[in-house]
């Protein structure tokens, strides 16, 4: 606005504007959610980490919390790239991009899967008899299961039966066929496979 002074011979004059700072809003930016689940059980995993980026950008995201989530905040709109840096315990990182789309002011969810890895143990039962311990019994033959996965066993001329490449875990091992005869043993055993080792188990017959 304009102002009038007036200057007066052998006199200073002084004259003051001001000015209105103008407040610029931050541009608007958009939220990226992501869930991690294993890839069979659909269930929810904690502890994965990843990275979103682009050519411009770069954001942390996770480690996912007991539901399995991590949130960013605060991303600028755009197209993305999001990579796992951490799988969970337990888990195969995937090596596969993801693409995400962030919108101003909305919120991109993005589900990402984990294959369980597996690690690989060895089980042998031997079949005695239950009076005469060195006399080893051919021909029976057990089912080792974990409730998904079941192997069927055969003792060979030793009395051993072997599995090989068996995925660790516990298991429950029950005999289906008693050697001839002997009496089926009605007993169900329970064993843990121990990645990288034999298990062995000695089962009796009467």
Known sequence: VPKVVT??????TELTFTNIAVVVPPPPVGTVEVTKIDATTKGALAGAEFTLY???????VGPTNGSGIATVQNVQPGVYRLVEDKAPTG???????TIVTVTANGTARVIVENTRAVVNGEFKIIKVDNANRSLRLAGAKF?????VTTITLETNANGEAIA???EAGN???REIVAPTGYV??????????????MTELTATNV
């Open 164 to 166: 090989r490449n068996v």
């Open 91 to 97: 888990y195969v990182a995937t090596n596969r991009e």
């Open 143 to 147: 089912e080792l299961s974990n409730g």
């Open 54 to 60: 682009n050519d411009q950008q770069s954001y942390k």
């Open 171 to 173: 298991y429950t091992v």
């Open 7 to 12: 200057i007066e011979a052998g006199k200073t």
């Open 184 to 197: 089926l043993d009605p007993q169900v055993t329970t064993v843990q496979i121990r990645a990288n080792e």
